[in-house]
């Protein structure tokens, strides 16, 4: 191990394995997909938005068009009991200058496919942080073409997770 060897400072081998840790995950996101994106959403029914096949939206109900913004963050909100980031770990943040209706919703879409979960592709889950707690709003799962898919009636931040191991 890099910390075999080393005498005395164990709190500053943590921060070094904590910082290697970071860089990496920062670096695979990097190479992975842009950072910031953004895309025209239209006013009506329907109106679907394609960010380069990293994700897809449909939103129903739109009152008031806009622009919506995708940015990938590393790291993570706050982690979820019994759960397990992908890896690299970063979220996925939405904004919108528009206005959904108040039976309005969002079809999300992520693709999964380049990131590493643990266990089974088909248990990951699409999470919704509010601010304060997690919300599983996974619809579906396609091992097939590596992509997850949520419902929801807002815009958040959105992380994918996997169920820790027993």
């Known amino acids: 191990s890099i910390t075999n060897g080393l005498k ?4 500053l081998n943590k921060q070094l394995l904590s910082a290697m840790a970071e860089g990496t995950n920062a670096l695979e996101l990097d190479l992975m997909a842009p950072v910031n994106s953004k895309a025209t959403v239209s006013a009506g ?3 679907a938005v394609d960010f380069n096949g990293i994700a897809w939206m449909v939103f129903n109900n739109v009152e008031e068009p806009g622009t ?5 963050k590393h790291g993570l909100p706050a982690f979820a009991k019994g759960m397990q980031p992908a890896w690299p770990i970063f979220t996925y943040e939405l904004d919108f200058t528009g206005k959904i209706a108040e039976n309005g ?7 999964i496919g380049g990131l590493n979960l643990v266990g089974r ?6 999470l919704e942080w509010d601010g304060k707690n997690y919300r599983d709003i996974t619809s579906h799962v ?3 073409r590596g ?4 419902r929801t009636d ?9 169920p820790k191991p027993n």
């Not at 919703?105 to 693709?111: K, Q, T």
């Open 147 to 150: 992509t997850i898919m949520g």
């Open 8 to 11: 005395g400072s164990e709190k």
């Open 154 to 162: 807002r815009l958040a931040t959105y992380v994918i997770m996997s």
């Open 142 to 144: 396609d091992p097939v």
């Open 105 to 111: 919703y969002l079809d999300l879409s992520f693709f």
């Open 121 to 126: 592709v088909s248990s990951a889950r699409l």
């Open 45 to 47: 029914k329907h109106s």
């Open 68 to 72: 919506i913004f995708l940015k990938l």
